[in-house]
């Protein structure tokens, strides 16, 4: 059992489980957090899980660990791994269920305090616009062959469509679109949970939110981003739906053999995994992307469907109601990337699990206007709490494949929040502190409760103080809309 003692300190935010803590681990564990942070992640299993994360075949650097972590299926949320090609291993649970959940930033010129007295229509507006809870159907029907379009294109699918511009899909990760796509690797089953959800929210902790640019910390960096103190931006944070969950459950299922075939020895079978050059491994890419693409386009579709609510909620209200793309970034991937480990370029599949993307400045992958501060990285916190907005920094990609935290990560299980939380006490006590509240379910609503998440600027100070992420702005909630 991992204690504070098995840690050894780098840095105030910086501490390793050494190679040697357990004889089957490949590589160390390093992690980001304070040393508070570390004494509350002990009380469930994710540094357990991150031992065991260690173990698997073909890693390179270390394991990561971000401050945000908690317990997760089998590789802890927060947790990043990079395994070298052509034959090290991908691993399902160790990328997510909800394949590339993300969240995109909209800003705009709305200044709050003209907009205050329509909050409550825009919310309105927003949950109407926006289809949202379990099993929801989207604002879309696709047929089956527009859901193979959807698979290989992405953004650029919704672009096509008149659902995105230019500048959106260029400030989407990735320009929202993974190559390498193949709908033929995705069950009969997936395909039919995917047809009708494009363009939903889904419940859980997915939420569009209305926030208002509450401070800013970096004013080159918040220029360049449009983002301005006292204007209303929007966060939408969800993911693949239906689509992806099932992606992830028929791979899940089909490596339980792919571990034995290829004498995969694991301590925890929530690990399983598949060399990336052997067939399984190449078909869970192909349809994991499909999912990923998927997900893109279903943030674009919900963020055509924001910018209507707010022309019907605002139109003739306020100046320039219009919303403009900050960037779309996602935390739950695989991605096939190089970066220089132990003074070698390597190209390595990096797993990020409840963790995101946060290129240091100059990363000719991203957008050329983001070059010279770095990656947007989107930081929400949870409702009636503060969200961040970030930067990667050069650091990031020496010590962490250029990742960061996603959130501000659980610290009560769903099934606790509901029994300590009432949802209408909930509802009552955030629309007291003036923040409007459209949800589906009231247990919903208690699931996803402040007190049921870490304290969101605590983490943000420790990637911070890790300095692989800088601070760009500090967003405040306005209005809140949950499946």
């Known amino acids: 059992m991992v204690t504070l003692q098995s840690l050894k300190r780098i840095s105030d935010f910086e501490w390793e489980i050494p190679k040697s803590y357990r004889d089957d681990m490949r590589v160390s564990v390093r992690l980001f957090a304070s040393r508070d942070m570390l004494e ?28 945000d972590m908690h317990q ?31 969240v995109r930033l909209l800003a705009s010129q709305i200044d709050a305090d003209a907009a205050e007295p329509h909050l409550d229509a825009l919310a309105s507006a927003l949950n109407e616009f926006c289809p949202s809870g379990v099993g929801e159907k989207g604002a879309l029907r696709l047929t089956d062959a527009e859901l193979d379009a959807v698979c290989r294109d992405g953004s650029k699918w919704a672009q096509k469509k008149g659902y995105a511009t230019e500048a959106d899909v260029r400030r989407t990760e990735e320009g929202g679109r993974l190559d390498g796509a ?16 494009l363009g939903s929210l889904g419940a ?54 792919a571990v034995k075939r290829y004498n995969i020895k694991l301590p925890d079978r929530e690990l399983v995994c598949a060399p990336l050059n052997s067939p399984e491994g190449q078909n869970y890419l192909a349809a994991m992307r499909c999912a990923a693409n998927y997900a893109f386009a ?8 924001a910018r209507r609510a707010f022309e019907a909620a605002l139109a003739g209200a306020v100046k320039n109601f219009e919303l403009y793309q900050v960037y779309d970034i996602a935390h739950n991937m695989g991605k096939i990337e190089t970066h220089v480990i132990e003074g070698e370029s390597m190209k390595v599949c990096v797993h990020r699990k409840g963790a995101t993307r946060a ?85 919903g609503l208690a699931e996803e409760a402040p007190k049921a998440y870490k304290d969101v600027d605590r983490v943000v100070e420790a ?11 500090r967003l405040r909630p306005v209005a809140v809309v949950k499946g």
């Not at 902790?205 to 931006?233: K, S, T, W, Y």
Request: charged fraction near 20%.
């Open 40 to 67: 509350e992640a002990l009380r469930d299993k994710s540094l357990e899980q991150a031992v065991n994360a260690a173990t698997l075949p073909g890693l390179v650097g270390h394991v990561l660990v971000m401050p």
């Open 72 to 102: 997760g299926y089998g590789f802890p949320i927060g947790g990043v791994a990079a395994t070298k090609l052509p034959d090290g291993v991908i691993s399902p649970g160790s990328i997510g269920y909800d394949i590339n959940c993300g």
């Open 182 to 197: 193949d709908p033929s690797r995705v069950s009969k089953r997936a395909r039919e949970r995917g047809r009708p959800q």
């Open 204 to 257: 859980g902790n997915h939420f569009i939110e209305v926030d208002v640019v509450d401070q800013i910390f970096d004013p080159e960096a918040a220029q360049i981003m449009g983002l301005a103190e006292g204007r209303l931006v929007v966060q939408i944070h969800c993911g693949s739906r239906g689509f992806g969950h099932q992606i992830c459950t028929d791979y899940v299922e089909e490596f339980q053999g």
């Open 298 to 305: 279903n943030r674009q579709i919900l963020a055509h469907s």
């Open 359 to 443: 290129f240091g400045p100059g990363s000719p992958e991203i957008p050329a206007e983001y070059r010279p501060i770095g990656q947007p990285v989107l930081v929400p916190g949870s409702m009636g709490t503060a969200s961040w907005v970030l930067v990667g920094t050069e650091r990031s990609m020496m010590q962490s494949f250029g990742s960061s935290c996603h959130g501000a990560g659980r610290t009560m299980s769903r099934h606790e929040a509901k029994r300590e939380v009432r949802g209408e006490t909930l509802r009552a006590e955030l629309e007291a502190d003036g923040i409007h509240v459209r949800a589906g379910s009231m247990a």
């Open 463 to 473: 990637v911070v103080g890790a300095d692989i992420a800088r601070k760009v702005a």
